[in-house]
């Protein structure tokens, strides 16, 4: 999907080194994102995600290698670009920094500049999208999990992002929440064409939100890229890189060991679906013989 | 000093206060301090003291709590009416009583009022970074609080403060303390980036809600000129200071029928939003 | 009880006025010296200092009214500038809770800005001077010196409130014709007995001195130890 798409995030053999000496070094395969296009990636704490989201948003400022959102270096011209970019960081509470729900919301708006009817209009618009405008009067410390990191998306895409980065964004949220949470983002990026880098280490997530997948390495290596289905199938190399394989990725690993092929099945139905009709067909083979 | 209660309180109370504009709550908390300023007579400060414990009444929180919380100011009050003391009882309860109705006034509005409501009333006066800052205190002392929190459970479970050993205590109650200071730091590291990726330009708050002034603004407004106008009388009238005793009089039968009134219809402590 | 939170209604008009109008210079002054900082770097570190010494009223160490203030520490970790509007914005929270008058958080400010201001400078003195490893004894040392004159500036403005002309308005100096006749004349001739007052706050403060120094001189320590740069001079 990425090839057809106008490219607006590409970074080439990016590195980057904390005040520690630790390095990161993003090199392997380069590093893409399409206009439109979903992104995730996966890779194990301290593999180097959120520092790549990081300079993505401009916060840190690369020690080597070339950078570029939306036509722009972020490290330098972040300010060009930052109303076309929302981002929901790791620990949505620290994200929530405005005294009320509202407030929040409409931060982004107001400090760009934008009239005070055309702010409301925007925040009233989200607030009933993401069904949250019971709480716009709610202080941010009584909200849930889930409704804050509600808050904190609302008010990433109050500005109708071109360019959505969300790092860990299912973190202490509850799997009902966190299924709502997909179908939100995936409405968002059908209906406005918003593209968007997503970092998690939720595999079960993975192919219901993503287009590409990168799997990142310790150290930043990019050690993979594909479709979810081309990542999860290469059991071997997830399991290089510290990644748990999904256990449907693993049930078709297995089989294939046994002998059995089959295309592998991301999601439960799917994989029922598949073996239901491998069972019938081998049984009608053995009926015919 | 139990923040997280009092804004608790304030948050999730719905008394005839919770419905009142803050802007109404603190214009009625001035006058109710102009009048402990300018009164000196035992008698008035008490009957003030009575009315502003009549209206915690009314607004169904947990009276005793917050009479307790209002009553800190009383220990530095006792100092200076230890260093007053002339034998007569009324004059040092003259200087208690003067810090106890200032601080339950101030108490009343901040336990009936949320924070932001009212940083953004006196918004208008404040320099920017104060105003900032102010909102940014807010936000991150429930933060704090969380991890304090923690953090003692923390030092609790792992035998960092226990009974009878108090130097160790002290030392990871330091240490904890510090470690509260490097994790602060942090997440004020965290807001800057916050503030940069969201384009802060000097303005976290979108200036309050719009409330509308109604009946209960009236009634807080009125409490308030009542109190400020007795006291500005018998200041001005040094013939009507004897009449001081009635008014405390009725404050105290107010307070009284308030509070049966209050257990009769079985509404004590229960006023809270669902 | 490291330093006392004035309350509301026991010191006469002028001096809370005055109060006001030197704090409002102070934070003018203090305004104008980190105008070269970005609004978006201060506004975060005045906050979680800020929250970060309130937090710190809300642990009682001792029963009552002995609490840590960490205004030394702010002191350290801010710079002076900075401190003093933080501890501005302290005061104006805390007198919300009825913790120090809302009417003199001007001359608090005074007060306590003064330790944290003070805090600061003995800090760096001592650090030349002793050039001490831990940093604990130059925290704590700075943190008891600065407690100690923070309570002599409230000292000193009790006792000016006491010689001024206009003592009349002073609490225990009632005006003639003004009170219940009960509590009127003898009071006239009495104001804060200041030596007795001096005596009490020096025979309570020591101990909260003593509290605050140490605790304020381990969390140096500690914060030394895990993240040297945030006491370094540069930082503030």
């Not at chain 2, 001005?236 to 029928?257: C, F, K, P, Q």
């Not at chain 3, 009214?65 to 501005?88: D, K, R």
């Not at chain 3, 407690?147 to 403005?157: A, D, E, R, V």
Request: hydrophobic residues 50%.
């Amino acid at each position: 999907m990425g090839e057809s798409l106008e490219e607006i995030v590409k970074i080439k053999d990016l590195g980057f080194k904390y005040p520690d000496g630790t390095t990161l070094k993003f090199d392997g395969r380069d590093f893409t994102v399409g206009r439109g296009e979903r992104v995730v990636m996966l890779g194990p704490n301290g593999s180097g995600k959120s520092t790549l989201l990081s300079l993505l948003l401009g916060l840190l400022k690369p020690s080597e290698g070339e950078i570029e959102v939306l036509g722009v270096d972020p490290s330098i011209d972040y300010e060009k670009i930052r109303e076309k970019i929302g981002a929901l960081l790791q620990n949505v509470d620290l994200q929530i920094i405005a005294p009320r729900v509202w407030d929040d919301i409409s931060f982004s708006p107001r400090n760009y500049g934008y009239k005070e009817e055309e702010t409301a209009r925007l925040v009233e618009d989200i607030l009933k999208k993401l069904e949250i405008e019971h709480l716009k009067d709610k202080v941010p410390h009584y909200l849930s999990g889930g409704e804050k990191t509600k808050v904190g998306l609302a008010g990433a895409l109050v500005i109708k992002p071109e360019l959505l980065i969300l790092d860990e964004p299912f973190e202490h949220i509850d799997p009902a929440c966190r299924t709502e949470l997909i179908k939100l983002l995936n409405r968002v990026n059908k209906e406005n064409g918003t593209a968007i880098i997503l970092s998690t280490h939720n595999m079960n997530t993975v192919p219901l939100i993503a287009d590409t997948v990168y799997l990142i390495a310790e150290g930043g290596n990019i050690a993979g890229k594909g479709t979810p289905k081309e990542i999860f199938s290469q059991v071997e190399t997830l399991s290089k890189c510290h990644i748990e394989p999904p256990i449907l990725g693993e049930l078709f690993s297995a089989l294939k060991k046994q002998g059995v092929e089959m295309d592998i099945s991301l999601t439960v139905d799917e994989a029922a679906c598949t073996i239901a009709n491998a069972m019938v067909l081998s049984k009608n083979k053995t009926g015919l013989g | 000093m139990d923040v997280s209660v009092i804004d608790y309180y304030a948050n999730h109370g719905s008394s005839f206060l919770h419905g009142a504009r803050a802007l109404s709550k603190i214009i009625f908390a001035g006058l109710v301090i102009a009048s402990v300023v300018i009164s000196n007579s035992f008698y008035l400060l008490l009957a003030v003291y009575f009315s502003l414990i009549t209206m915690v009444v009314w607004t169904r929180l947990p009276v005793l709590k917050i009479v307790t919380i209002a009553a800190y100011p009383a220990i530095f009050a006792l100092i200076f009416a230890a260093a007053s003391w002339n034998g007569n009882w009324l004059s040092a309860g003259v200087i208690v009583l003067k810090a106890l109705s200032a601080a339950l006034a101030m108490v009343i509005l901040i336990v009936t009022t949320p924070y932001p409501d009212v940083f953004s009333s006196i918004d208008p006066v404040l320099p920017r970074i104060i105003r900032e800052g102010l909102l940014l205190t807010y936000r991150s002392l429930f933060v704090l609080l969380e991890l304090t929190d923690n953090l003692v459970k923390g030092l609790r479970v792992r035998g960092g403060l226990t009974h009878g050993r108090y130097i160790k205590n002290v030392v990871n109650f330091s240490s904890g303390i510090g470690l509260l200071l490097v994790r602060g730091l942090d997440i004020s590291e965290k807001f800057y980036g916050v503030l940069n990726v969201r384009g802060y330009s000097g303005r976290i708050s979108g200036g309050g809600r719009h409330e509308k002034t109604g009946v209960n603004d009236f009634t807080a407004l009125l409490i308030g000129a009542l109190i400020f106008g007795a006291a500005l009388v018998i200041k001005m009238n040094g013939e009507l200071s004897a009449y001081d005793r009635y008014i405390l009089a009725v404050s105290l039968a107010v307070l009284v029928l308030s509070t049966v009134y209050v257990i009769h219809t079985n509404t004590w402590g229960r006023a809270w939003k669902k | 009880m490291s330093h006392m939170h004035i309350p509301d209604g026991v010191l006469p008009v002028w001096i809370v006025t005055a109060g006001w109008v030197v704090t409002a210079l102070l934070l003018a002054f203090c305004i104008r010296r980190v105008s070269s900082i970005e609004l978006k770097r201060k506004v975060p570190l005045i906050g979680i200092i800020s929250a970060l010494m309130i937090v710190g009223m809300t642990l009682e160490i001792v029963p009552i009214a002995y609490h840590i203030n960490l205004t030394v520490l702010a002191g350290i970790v801010l710079g002076p500038a900075l401190a003093f509007i933080s501890v501005f914005i302290v005061d104006l929270i805390i007198s919300m809770f009825g913790h120090g008058g809302v009417t003199v958080v001007g001359l608090n400010t005074i007060i306590i800005g003064a330790e944290a201001v003070l805090g600061y400078y003995l800090f760096q003195l001592f650090r030349e001077v002793m050039a001490n490893k831990s940093m604990f004894r130059e925290a704590a040392l700075a943190a008891f010196l600065s407690l100690f004159l923070g309570t002599s500036i409230m000292l000193g403005i009790v006792y000016a409130s006491n010689v001024s002309p206009e003592k009349v308005e002073s609490i225990g100096h009632l005006a003639p014709g003004t009170g219940s006749d009960s509590n009127g004349p003898e009071l006239l001739e009495n104001g804060i007995n200041f030596p007795r007052f001096a005596k009490t706050v020096f025979i309570l403060c020591p101990v909260g001195w003593i509290l605050e120094s140490v605790i304020t001189g381990l969390v140096v320590k500690y914060v030394f130890r895990v993240r040297p740069d945030l006491i370094l001079p540069e930082r503030a």
